[in-house]
C-alpha cells in the first residue's frame, strides 16, 4: 500500500476524516469516518478501512475534537501498515493573504491568526486542530486547504463590493466558500464539463458558482459564509439597512446580530423551528404555510441565481446540483428547475468528495 494522507474536515460539533492512497491515477479511500455529537452524550464515532481491517462503531461521549482525533490516531497506530505521508486539513478561510492550498508553515499559522475576524466561528477551531494534529503526527508534513482558493479566479468585478477601495485594500471583498467542494465536482466531470457550467452546492450551508472552461467566475456568498441565499440557519443576503435598523431601534449589539443572521435565520427563521430540508417537506405535505414559505424562499433565491449566472455566463450548458440537499431532495431540484426550460440545459447530480480532493491537493504538494 503506498503512502497514505490523512484528511480532516472539522465542523461545529463534528470531525469527518479519511486515510487516501494513491490508486489508479487518483485518490483512493483507505479508510473513512466520523465523529459527531463531540461535546455531547449522544456522542458517536464511526469508522471503517476499504480493506474490513478497521470496522469500529461507538456511541459514547467526546469531549472535544482532540479526543475524537486521539481515537482516530490510535486506530491507525493499530493497522496502518507504512506510515503516514501528510496530513491534510480543510480550512474555511484563509483571509486576504492566504488563497492558495500550501504547507501549514509558523508563518501560515501566524496569517491565520490574523484571519480571525474574517471567520471567527470557523477559524480557531481549526487552529486548534491543527495544533493537535501537529502535535500528534509530528513526524509529517501538514498541509491547509482553502475554501476559498477556487474562487481566485473571479474577476475583480465579481470580488469587489461597491464600497471605497481603502476597506478592498483591508480585505473586505468577496472570498467565496465550498471551493473544495467545486474544485471535487470539475474534477469528477473532467472531460465531460462543458464551458458553462452552475453548480449548486445545496445542503445546510448552500451557494452557487459560476464555472466557465473549469474556473470559477462568480459565487454567491460573499466576505463570510453568511451571505449569498437562505440556508438552514444562516440569512443569506439581506439590505444593509436591515442590520443598521436593528442597531439602532432595537438595542441589538454585534454580538446578537451574528447570532441573528448565522444560527437564529433562513430555514429555521422562516418555518419558525425547522432547520431540516426533509423535515421542512414534511411539515409542508401536511399543510404548514411557514415550511411551504421557507421552500419556496430558498428554491427561488437558487432559481434567480441560475437566471443570473446564466446572463453573466452567455446562457448554461449544464447545472449541477450538490450537497445533501442538491444530491438527495429531488422535490427541492424539481421546484428549483420550474421555469429554467428556456435555458436549454442539461442538469444532472454529482456528489462531492471534499476529502478526496484535500488529499489530491496533498499529494500534488507532497511531489513538489
Known amino acids: 500500500m503506498t503512502q497514505g494522507i490523512l484528511v480532516l474536515n472539522s465542523g461545529s460539533s463534528s470531525l469527518k476524516f479519511g486515510v487516501f492512497i494513491a490508486r489508479d491515477g487518483d485518490e483512493a479511500a483507505w479508510l473513512s469516518g466520523s ?16 480493506d474490513g481491517a478497521i470496522d469500529i462503531a461507538q456511541d459514547h461521549l467526546m469531549e472535544s475534537q482532540h479526543d475524537a482525533l486521539q481515537r482516530v490516531a490510535d486506530a491507525l497506530a493499530s493497522h496502518l501498515r507504512e506510515p503516514l505521508a501528510g496530513v491534510g486539513h480543510r480550512i474555511v478561510h484563509g483571509g486576504p493573504h492566504l488563497r492558495m ?20 466561528l470557523h477559524l480557531p477551531q ?46 473586505v471583498v468577496r472570498y467565496g466558500f465550498h471551493g473544495l467542494s467545486y474544485e471535487s465536482i470539475v474534477n469528477t466531470l473532467g472531460a465531460r464539463l462543458p464551458s458553462r457550467v452552475v453548480i449548486a452546492h445545496l445542503g445546510s450551508g448552500a451557494s452557487l458558482c459560476a464555472v466557465k472552461d473549469g474556473r470559477s467566475v462568480d459565487t454567491s456568498m460573499g466576505m463570510t459564509p453568511t451571505g449569498g441565499i437562505p440556508m438552514a440557519t444562516r440569512s443569506g443576503d439581506l439590505d444593509p439597512g436591515v442590520l443598521i435598523h436593528l442597531l439602532r431601534h432595537e438595542a441589538r449589539d454585534a454580538d446578537a446580530l451574528e447570532t441573528l443572521v448565522n444560527r437564529a435565520s433562513g430555514m429555521k427563521g422562516l418555518s419558525g423551528s ?28 437558487v432559481r434567480k441565481h441560475i437566471g443570473a449566472y446564466a446572463a453573466l455566463l452567455g446562457g448554461v450548458d449544464l447545472i449541477v446540483f450538490s450537497g445533501g440537499i ?40 507532497l511531489a513538489h
Open 326 to 365: 442538491g444530491e438527495h431532495a429531488e422535490a427541492i431540484r424539481t421546484q428549483i428547475l420550474d421555469g429554467l426550460g428556456f435555458l436549454h440545459a442539461e442538469h444532472r447530480v454529482v456528489a462531492t468528495d471534499e476529502e478526496r480532493q484535500i488529499a489530491r491537493h496533498c499529494r500534488r504538494m
Open 274 to 301: 425547522d432547520d431540516d430540508m426533509e423535515g421542512l417537506l414534511a411539515r409542508r405535505d401536511q399543510g404548514d404555510a411557514d415550511a411551504a414559505l421557507a421552500i419556496d424562499v430558498f428554491c427561488t433565491a
Open 101 to 120: 492550498h500550501g504547507e501549514i508553515t509558523a508563518s501560515v499559522k501566524d496569517a491565520l491568526r490574523e484571519a480571525i475576524p474574517f471567520a471567527p
Open 35 to 50: 465523529a459527531k455529537g463531540i461535546g455531547r452524550a449522544s456522542g458517536s464515532l464511526s469508522m471503517r478501512s476499504s
Open 126 to 171: 481549526s487552529l486548534a486542530l491543527v495544533d493537535e494534529a501537529q502535535r500528534i503526527f509530528s513526524n509529517v508534513p501538514h498541509f491547509a486547504c482553502f475554501d476559498t482558493a477556487f474562487h481566485r479566479t473571479m474577476p475583480e468585478r465579481a470580488q469587489r463590493f461597491a464600497l471605497p477601495r481603502e476597506y478592498a485594500e483591508r480585505g
